[in-house]
């Protein structure tokens, strides 16, 4: 099946730092992938759309120059939060769609943000 | 802006039982996808089962079937011979094609399967 591979896992890091997080389709092409936020107990808000070769689509009320996303090729988007601050701190999701019309989203393992 | 509803918070059902998961959703729209993802602990995101809404048959994966009710705008979530590994939280997905494929997450129902 699809495999969608998100690294790093975990970080914790000082408040000011930048942290970038990559999300990897390992055996399939996504022209699309999605990167959402999740707070504990709570749904998966969509932050923005990662188009291949063009620029993200931000969802209203998320700061582009915050979250910055990169999707240089075909299988791989990343996610830049710039001077991250304690209340950045979040769990972080991707997920790229495969196949056509319809198909499902597969989504990383997540990374757990902590600013201290 | 879709909006899907999922009206129970918490659940719990004993090892072996059935259990139903509902899950209602808002749209206009006469072609759509509809999914079940499950969240264990461990927070991946998985894939439990899928719906076309052109197709009045309901989907089955195994132990987990759905019953999806088009004018009702209903999609709920069957579970059968419930096992500990099905503890984990459940959320229900709408998704509209060509339209950017984004999905729009129902709020989540935590299932506890009790030995």
């Known amino acids: 099946g699809a495999v969608v591979s998100q ?32 707070f504990p107990k709570q749904s998966l808000m969509l932050m923005a759309t990662s188009n291949e070769g063009s620029k993200a689509t931000y969802e209203q009320g998320v700061e582009k120059d915050k979250f910055l996303i990169n999707h240089a090729s075909l299988t791989l988007s990343t996610l830049t939060v710039t001077s991250a601050h304690p209340e950045d701190s979040s769990f972080y999701i991707c997920s790229a769609r495969a196949g056509g019309a319809g198909g499902p ?12 | 802006a879709q909006t899907v509803t999922q009206s129970q918070p918490e659940m719990s059902v004993q090892e072996a039982e059935t259990v139903t ?82 999905f729009y997450f129902g709020t989540g129902t935590s299932l506890t399967v009790i030995p």
């Open chain 1, 7 to 38: 690294h790093p896992s975990r970080v914790i890091c000082k408040s000011g730092t930048s942290v970038k997080i990559e999300c990897r389709s390992l055996d399939f092409q996504a022209t699309t992938m999605f990167w959402y936020r999740q």
């Open chain 2, 21 to 102: 998961l509902s899950c209602t959703y808002d749209t206009s729209e006469n072609n759509y996808y509809l999914f079940w993802y499950k969240q264990p602990p461990s927070r991946q995101m998985i894939l439990v089962i899928r719906q076309e809404a052109y197709k009045q048959q309901n989907a089955t994966e195994n132990r987990f079937s759905v019953n999806f009710q088009k004018a009702a705008k209903s999609f709920s979530l069957k579970i059968s011979d419930s096992q500990l590994g099905d503890t984990a939280m459940y959320f229900c997905a709408f998704m509209k094609p060509n339209t950017g494929n984004q």
């Open chain 1, 105 to 116: 989203q597969h989504f990383g393992d997540g990374t757990r943000l902590s600013i201290l």
